[in-house]
């Protein structure tokens, strides 16, 4: 059974086995090594972590060697892979993609997508958001269409959280600790980038928020070794109205689908009492969606 952890969709028409995000003629090796070098491993502790032989992952990385499927599902292992990064593995070395692809919304998905309405729901009167590993918004409880659309009237513009919180004309308008949120926020893409390099959606997704007004040039550049905030805090502010959130991050723990792998459930947590009593107190609702 699939487990899930605390930490802090991308959906497709039909299930399917999903195919190489890279071109099928890139070469197994090469993608290995963008991996071994975006984790800073050297070949040697790649292949002690892998329980192979050094010589023979050298001969992988430069084509020389054919890997098996064991052998990718180790280094895969080793690497720390997302689904879908190992589905491009395993194309890239001429064999079949292992994991699925399936539409919540899909039968076999319906005790998963219980799971997160009532996660949504229980997080009730405070925020609940759902996720893909590109911040795109697939799920909200009441709450937080309540709240957001108090803060700015109609909800937020963009479908995609990174542009509501970067773009001048959207949620950042509201958030009072801009910069501290946005430079974490940024910190958070800056690895995904670095840790996935065949990520391009990420990379676009990056470059596009950077490219809003002010936005500080020091942080088009990655800076090794920072750390994300263990807690994401949030300050809303309209007038008088100041609103103070933490929030917390829901994996699944053991998916073995590539919607459950890249799902995140954000849920937002009053930080005072001030803002724990005007979520309690707040009115109307809006289904969850």
């Not at 676009?204 to 942080?219: F, R």
């Not at 109205?241 to 998916?255: A, C, D, M, Q, V």
């Not at 954000?266 to 009492?273: I, T």
Request: proline share 7%; net charge neutral.
């Amino acid at each position: 059974m699939t487990a899930m952890t605390s930490q802090v969709m991308e959906f497709c028409s039909s299930p399917r086995i999903m195919r190489s995000v890279h071109s099928i003629t890139t070469h197994a090796g090469t993608l290995v090594r963008e991996w071994r070098t975006s984790r800073r491993l050297s070949q040697l502790d790649l292949a002690l972590e892998a329980n192979v032989s050094p010589r023979h992952l050298s001969c992988v990385e430069t084509g020389k060697s054919q890997p098996s499927r064991e052998m990718i599902s180790r280094l895969a292992d080793a690497l720390g892979m997302p689904l879908r990064e190992r589905n491009a593995l395993l194309v890239s070395a001429g064999y079949a993609p292992k994991y699925r692809e399936t539409e919540l919304t899909s039968p076999e998905m319906g005790p998963v997508r219980r799971a997160i309405e009532f996660i949504l729901q229980h997080q009730e009167p405070y925020p609940a958001i759902v996720t893909n590993r590109h911040w795109d918004m697939l799920l909200t409880n009441d709450a937080t269409a309540r709240i957001f659309g108090r803060l700015r009237p109609g909800g937020p513009k963009h479908v995609n959280v990174l542009h509501q919180i970067f773009d001048p004309q959207d949620m950042r308008s509201v958030i009072r600790n801009w910069e501290e949120l946005a430079i974490d926020i940024i910190r958070h893409l800056h690895n995904q980038v670095a840790v996935a390099p065949s990520d391009t959606k990420a990379r676009a997704l990056l470059d596009e928020v950077l490219a809003y007004p002010n936005v500080p040039e020091g942080w088009r550049t990655r800076e090794p070794g920072s750390a994300p905030q263990p807690l994401m805090n949030t300050v809303f502010g309209v007038g008088d109205l100041e609103l103070r959130f933490f929030s917390t991050i829901t994996t699944f723990g053991t998916p073995h689908d590539i919607t459950l792998d890249e799902l995140r459930i954000e849920c937002m947590f009053p930080a005072d009492e001030a803002t724990a009593e005007f979520c309690r107190c707040g009115t109307g609702s809006a289904p969850i969606r």
